[in-house]
């Protein structure tokens, strides 16, 4: 590290030196090739100064951690980092008066410098903040766990959110007297009722009750984002010293006083962007705060490993380029971003370092007839020279300030009264699809599989279900467009074909599934005949072979189920291709009703993605070619056809006809569980009906399990128990 001013103090003896810092988010775009690390190598560099300045302590103000379940790698880091910057030989001179009871949960209520199985030589005390806040079963979070190894004093959790009394953590050092306050995330509007009911209260010391220096830490919003969805400066006692806000990212670590509390206030902001805003883009320090009796100094640190980032504005209109002229368009803001990429090596502070690819964004405001363009395609030519070259580009239009008033009338037009959409009923899936078909962006990725993903993430908190889809649908289309040779001009072109004839077969997907609907609704309408049983307590037919598959196939005599259950898997079909729902004719079997009860031979909940490569197997009837692909394969050996149709697949074996996905895959999506059916291969004379051309099989079989069969939608031959 480059050398840097120290700031000395003149009784050491007596001062408390704290290093403070708010918002590291350790753990952001951790999976990013260019930017995983820089989250953890700015917490470094936060514990380096604190070693550096020879802090006695350091507070941190809430979202250690992006994530509230961090990973394993993330949470490695940081207690590695701890341990290093943190336990050692140097002498830890505060003295610790408080009842730690009281100040620090169980099961160890003990700071951790003053315990005898610690050498801790500079303590950390962190209140939580809203990304690794307490949730789940037990109420924990990943400053519990911190906490029990004995690296992190963690203090300002409360348990009672309508009734908050907050108790100081006192330690001296010299004659210096500090009470330490803390006050963990809660969310805003019910933290804004407490305080409005005055129900939080801050407990003081008895003795020498003005001769402490009080800090406060909290971590909520500071700007108002509603009318309670903030927590007002003025909410805080004016008894305060020094409080010290965290969850807002803008650095505004310079104390300012408040007006009518007489409290200072400090803002160190975030140590990495989270997002490419104005506020992030500003300089990023830590605070170093000296206490000594009641007076305190506070100096600014700069970061010097925060990766450059330079934002900037345009207006088109103001350019006197013509709307029509893209391409001129196009070299303009290139060239603006080429002189902002050039600006951004101007912020590198650690010449040590080797230089990191900037952050760069540029507004662009476009009305005036502009149009926009992808900003993907922009960022290509900056790949090598910005950490973000995917959303370089931001465009925006200019708000129209509404007056109130007609055109051509001096009244005030009436403000039409507006119902708020019910969103108990809307399901997440219709949200994403409603969102893909009004966006132009994302076109290589099927709306029904994102919004299954998106429902997994958010119902089953699979982290990676969003990443696994996305990954599977590059690499298909990567493979879908170096089968047909594709050229740059043609990619847009490709692309949309296929993703037409992805929509056309959920649209007849969706039909078959009414079709099915119907017929069953239809059967379930006729009455039903009983099966006896014998003497010796047999049955004609076993109920047992109902199994919980998808798919109905040839060559095995699968168990059918109808209302909440499904059809046995084919054999020859993969489990994968029983999850999707890719359903093949199949010989006669039992029936049941009601509730289908699954047999032991129900295989296991496919992978995530393995049920995406699933879902995404589609049929061709083509006489001519077939397109196989096994559940495994990742699409290079896909057949080639010749008027540009996207890769298809069949999921059973040669020989088997496939049709559209059945009335379960529409209901279930990936995730359903299938079963293989073990019943017998069809006889020699079933088969005689059938007729081959070009490896295809049709089947002249009429079979009245057959959804699609005429007799299907008559009173059901076969006799079915009742329960």
């Known amino acids: 590290m480059a050398e840097r001013p120290k700031h000395p103090s003149d009784d050491l003896e007596n001062t408390f030196r704290i290093l403070v810092a708010t918002d590291n988010h350790v753990g952001y775009m951790e999976r990013d090739s260019i930017r995983g690390n820089d989250s953890i190598v700015t917490f470094e560099e936060i514990l380096e100064l604190a070693n550096y300045h020879e802090a006695d302590m350091i507070l941190l103000g809430g979202d250690l951690f992006h994530d509230n379940k961090p990973s394993r790698k993330s949470m490695h880091g940081v207690m590695s980092l701890m341990r290093r910057y943190c336990v050692g030989q140097r002498a830890c001179h505060i003295e610790f008066l408080s009842d730690q009871s009281e100040n620090f949960p169980p099961p160890f209520p003990v700071v951790n ?24 079963d037990g109420s924990l979070s990943s400053m519990d766990l911190l906490s029990v190894s004995g690296l992190v004093n963690y203090f300002g959790r409360t348990n009672n959110v309508d009734d908050i009394t907050i108790s100081p953590l006192l330690m001296r050092k010299g004659r210096t007297k500090l009470a330490l306050y803390g006050l963990g995330s809660i969310r805003d509007e019910r933290l804004h009722r407490t305080f409005l009911k005055k129900n939080v209260k801050v407990l003081r010391p008895r003795e020498d009750t003005e001769d402490w220096f009080n800090l ?6 500071r700007a108002r984002h509603g009318k309670t969805n903030y ?51 500003k300089a990023k320090h830590v605070a170093l705060v000296e206490i000594k009796d009641k007076q305190f100094n506070l100096h600014k640190l700069p970061l010097r490993t925060v990766r450059p980032f330079v934002m900037s504005e345009v207006v088109l209109s103001k350019t006197n380029i013509d709307p029509s002229k893209e391409d001129k368009i196009n070299i303009f803001l290139a060239e603006k971003v080429k002189s902002m990429i050039a600006q951004a090596a101007d912020q590198l502070l650690d010449e040590d370092r080797e230089p990191m690819k900037p952050l760069v964004r540029l507004k662009v405001e476009y009305t005036g007839g502009y149009s926009t363009m992808s900003s993907q395609r922009f960022g290509q030519q900056f790949v090598d020279q910005v950490a973000n070259p995917r959303d370089i580009l931001h465009f925006y239009r200019q708000r129209q300030t509404y007056t109130g008033k007609a055109e051509g009338d001096g009244d005030a037009a009436p403000v039409p009264k507006f119902t708020p959409e019910q969103l108990d009923s809307t399901r997440v899936e219709d949200l994403v699809s409603d969102f893909m078909s009004k966006s132009d962006q994302m076109k290589v990725l099927s709306s029904k599989a994102l919004g299954l993903a998106v429902k ?132 006669r079997g039992s029936r049941a009703r009601g509730r289908a009860r699954g047999s032991a031979a129900a295989a296991a909940t496919p992978s995530i993605a393995a049920s995406f490569q699933a879902s995404s197997a589609r049929t061709t009837r083509k006489a001519d070619k077939v397109v196989i692909m096994d559940s495994d394969d990742s699409g290079d050996n896909i057949v080639d056809d010749d008027d540009f149709d996207a890769p298809t697949s069949v999921a059973s074996q040669s020989g088997r006809r496939t049709t559209l996905s059945s009335h379960a895959s529409a209901v279930s999506g990936f995730g359903q569980s299938s079963s293989r059916s073990k019943a017998a291969a069809p006889t020699t004379s079933a088969r005689s009906s059938s007729r081959r051309k070009a490896n295809v099989t049709y089947d002249d079989e009429d079979d009245d399990s057959d959804p699609f069969s005429m007799d299907s939608l008559a009173p059901s031959k076969k ?5």
């Not at 410098?113 to 789940?136: L, R």
């Not at 008894?239 to 969850?247: C, N, T």
């Not at 006729?526 to 109902?546: A, H, L, Y």
């Not at 006799?719 to 329960?723: D, G, L, T």
């Open 456 to 587: 997994e993430y958010v119902d089953k908190e699979e982290k990676e279900a969003i990443s696994e889809f996305v990954k599977y649908s590059l690499t298909q289309t990567q493979s879908f467009l170096k089968q047909r040779k594709a050229t740059e001009n043609d990619y847009l072109q490709l692309i949309q074909h296929r993703q037409q004839r992805m929509r056309q077969e959920e649209e007849d997907e969706l039909e078959v599934k009414q079709v099915i609907e119907k017929a069953e609704q239809k059967r379930a309408s006729q009455p039903q005949k009983t099966v006896e049983s014998d003497s010796d307590g047999s049955v004609s037919e076993d109920d047992s072979q109902v199994t919980t598959g998808v798919t109905r196939g040839r060559g095995s005599r699968g168990g059918r189920a109808r209302g909440r259950g499904s059809r046995g898997a084919a054999r020859g079909t993969s489990s994968i291709a029983a999850a999707t729902a890719t359903s093949t004719r199949g010989g």
């Open 231 to 281: 927590i007002p400066e003025q909410f805080l006692d004016n008894f305060l010293d020094l409080v010290v806000w965290g969850h807002e990212h803008e650095c505004l670590v310079t104390p300012v006083m408040h007006p009518t509390n007489n409290f200072f206030l400090t803002q160190p902001g975030s140590s990495v962007a989270t997002s490419l805003s104005e506020g992030e883009a």
């Open 113 to 136: 410098f003053d315990s005898p199985d610690y050498n801790i030589a500079m303590p950390i005390f962190s209140i939580h903040g809203n990304h690794d806040d307490p949730t789940g």
């Open 719 to 723: 006799r079915s128990r009742h329960a």
């Open 216 to 221: 406060f830490t909290i971590h909520q919003n």
